[in-house]
């Protein structure tokens, strides 16, 4: 069946754009999460939605950043005034449910360069 | 908060050798361990992973891994490795009841396994 996917797979932008990452999650996950991976880091935890609302955005860096999954299912992780440090990829994950018994199935992910 | 450090960046080793790959966590509460690998050019998966009950885990392809609470570690460990094993290895933390569905990764490790 279809996996995660991820839309675009490279974006490249000019310092203090604004950019739009989407994410499809596997249909009828209602978990969604957003992760960002930096250049020989690992994955670092964004935000968690559970169906339409976030109930987790600890891990967003700033108020530049903001995600939205309006009707349950695709989310669109959205960063304004984006800076050079934002360069990573940006990587989407789904489970069935939100409890961590459940797996989460990463989508390959949206490289993001900022110039 | 919760971080985890693995041990080695990088591994280099040739067929049929044995690989132990160590990752250590800080935090003092419950904890749902994950071993994640990305094999080139594909998405993150999950290997294998640890709740509770018996601390030796067996994942896909061969793989394990073992809980030890006292010191902190999960360490992942294959008695002989493939050329297709080559990849990177992420280990992730949950906090339970602390982090919520949030996953803390390591660095990461990447293997180089020699034909």
């Known amino acids: 069946g279809a996996g995660v996917s991820q839309t675009p797979s490279n974006k490249v932008t000019e310092k203090g754009k604004y950019v739009e990452l989407r994410c499809d999650p596997i249909s009828g996950h209602t978990a969604l999460y957003w992760y960002r991976q930096s250049l020989g880091q690992g994955p670092e935890f964004l935000i968690y939605?559970?169906?339409?609302?976030?109930?987790?955005d600890s891990g967003l860096p700033n108020d530049r950043f903001f995600a939205v999954r309006p009707e349950g299912s695709v989310s669109t992780l959205k960063i304004q005034r984006t800076e050079r440090g934002d360069s990573a990829v940006y990587l989407c994950a789904s489970s069935l449910t939100g409890g961590l018994t459940y797996e989460q199935y990463f989508g390959p992910g949206t490289r993001l360069t900022v110039t | 908060a919760q971080s985890v450090s693995q041990h080695n960046h990088h591994v280099i080793l040739s067929e049929a050798a044995s690989l132990e790959l160590g990752c250590n966590y800080s935090?003092?509460?419950?904890?749902?361990l994950f071993w994640y690998v990305q094999y080139p050019g594909q998405h993150l998966q999950l290997l294998l992973k640890?709740?509770?009950?018996?601390?030796l885990v067996k994942g896909i392809k061969g793989f394990e891994a073992e809980f030890i609470k006292s010191k902190f570690s999960f360490n992942l460990r294959k008695p002989s490795v493939q050329w297709s094993d080559t990849a990177e290895y992420f280990c992730a933390v949950n906090a339970v009841r602390a982090a919520g569905n949030k996953l803390t990764f390591g660095g990461g490790t990447r293997v180089l396994v020699k034909p």
């Open positions: 935090y003092g509460g419950t904890v749902n």
């Open positions: 939605f559970q169906g339409t609302g976030a109930a987790d």
């Open positions: 640890y709740f509770s009950g018996d601390p």
